[in-house]
């Protein structure tokens, strides 16, 4: 029978848990800055219809109700209720919640349209399975939710447009900068009636997709500047004069202090880049743990303890 190493398994252990708290501090910072009404305005401006008319600042003071929900609510509502209400819960069962979650107006002629609309920041965009399949649920289920809340099985005519709108930060090269919108459409088989666009345009999906070409003609307006807000690279104070140069954004103190944190974040995720980088660089060279364990220590100021932690979490 093959020994197992027993050494190993709490060094794997920590490397996970440390991996998965930084991404997920990473995580939860990227949704807490996009949250701000003034980007979400930005993006409602340049993504729908309905909203490019209006300045960015009018749609964040006027038109976005309340407080945006970050990972609040869940995409299976029901299925939470029910879950909430049994006893024998697994500990392995996740609840998936939307990323940011907000209703929106538009005042048209006499009447005020409102909206359901989804944000989801997107750093993956080939999971296991086709992503707009998946944002094609998620608006699907934001109408389904409606039901006995909104409207009842009498009164399918206030059921609220929805939107998913999907800000994807590694995509193929391919769909680097672009902005794509997928919705319904009439198109006549045979005849030409005329249906009222209002009664089945009811949910649109929106996939904004990042890319490293800042050179692309299309780097510009609403891709750079989630871009800059998104960038693991640029300092605070560079993001600061961009936004409030390039794009009249008033950087109160609550998102300097995002920005900021999220700069902190994503510099010492980049620092612990480098740190394995160096460890594994030893590993090849078969550099000895302890030699090791001392060239670590020297080249990025750390105890000789530090260091030796740092180490073993990733000596496999």
Known sequence: MKKTNMINIPSRISKN????????????SCKKLLSFKIFLAHILKNCTDEFKNFDAEKIADKYIEGEPKISEVAVHQDEEIKRMNTE???????????DILFYAFVPVLEETVEFIINIEAQNEFSPDYPLLKRAVYYCSRLISAQRNKNFDDRGYGDIKKVFSIWICTSTPKNKHNTITRFSFNQKNLVGKAVFNKKDYDLMEIIMVCLGKNHDDENYSGLIKLLDVLFSDKMKADEKKEILENEYNIKMTKSIEREVLGMCNISDGVYERGVIVGAIKMCKELEVSLIDTIKRISLKFGLSEQEAEEEVRKYWE
């Open 88 to 98: 024998s819960t697994s500990v392995s069962e996740k609840t998936i919640r939307y």
């Open 17 to 28: 848990i440390d991996i998965t708290e930084e991404k997920a501090r990473l995580d939860a």
